[in-house]
């Protein structure tokens, strides 16, 4: 399948100074602005978001003003019809944990992600192993419903924003941890992954206890493994496939590309060199 020829394109949105509203600051105005285009973009086609602190170094002059600062970006997008997806991964059943969904602490996916999910234990999915905070009304609330959950087959919460042909952002340096792609690498049956079940027990929002399989496409331990994303991201990057949105003037953007342009390139890119992911691919049983 081509890659699809798209020039970069970068989303910019430009303020009169004559036509803001006098009972609110520059700032908020331009953050208005702001959310009001993140809202529009994902109204129909949800959103994976994946941060770091680093990317809101310039919005506040503290951690406490910065996190407080992206949580009215969250809140003020979704009142306004904006569908996103903040990583609240825990790893739960794969280190002999339980899952609380409420209270189990976010692993690997840095401090912002965790405050969100303190802020909004409820919004977060059953998934035990790789749960997302769903923001907005347009994406299934079947994942809310605690069952026995595959965390990238096609009725996963990422095969739904794949469907909907959505998008996967990143603000900082982050997309290189976009989790998303082992979704694409499912589609395209690779042959260094494979689907293995993990059992545990889950705890509700409710306190009501259960027990659940998770089904999680992981690495083959035949093989030595070592992943490299940051490799895709430059390489998107001079392809000219990575989109940017933000405000003129405003401390913040997002970097991005929609699920389906990002499935084609890779399924170019392992079509070409099935190792294109990574480094050492050597078979421990020889």
Sequence with gaps: MSVKDSRRSTFKINIEKEKMNPGK?????LKDTLTSKLAELTGDLPAFIHL????????ARNNEDRLA???????????????????????????????????TECVNVGAVSEFIRKNFPKKRTVDALFSYLIFGDKISKKHYEVNDYESFGTDS???EVFRTDGYIWAIGGVFKNSTEIHFIEKLLQVSYRYDKIFKGKLTDNYGKKHDQKVTYFCKNFDYNLWYDFKNLENDLREDGLMETIKTDGYPFFITGIKFSTLYEYIEHKIRKDYKYFIKDLKDRRL
């Design 69 to 103: 600062e992206f949580l009215d970006i969250l809140t003020d997008t979704e009142k306004k019809g904006g569908n996103f997806c903040i990583p609240s991964y825990s790893l739960s059943y794969t280190r002999n944990e339980e899952y609380i969904i409420p209270d």
């Design 52 to 59: 770091d602190m680093l990317g809101l170094a310039k919005t």
């Design 157 to 159: 919460l990422i095969g």
């Design 25 to 29: 600051s520059r700032m908020d105005y």
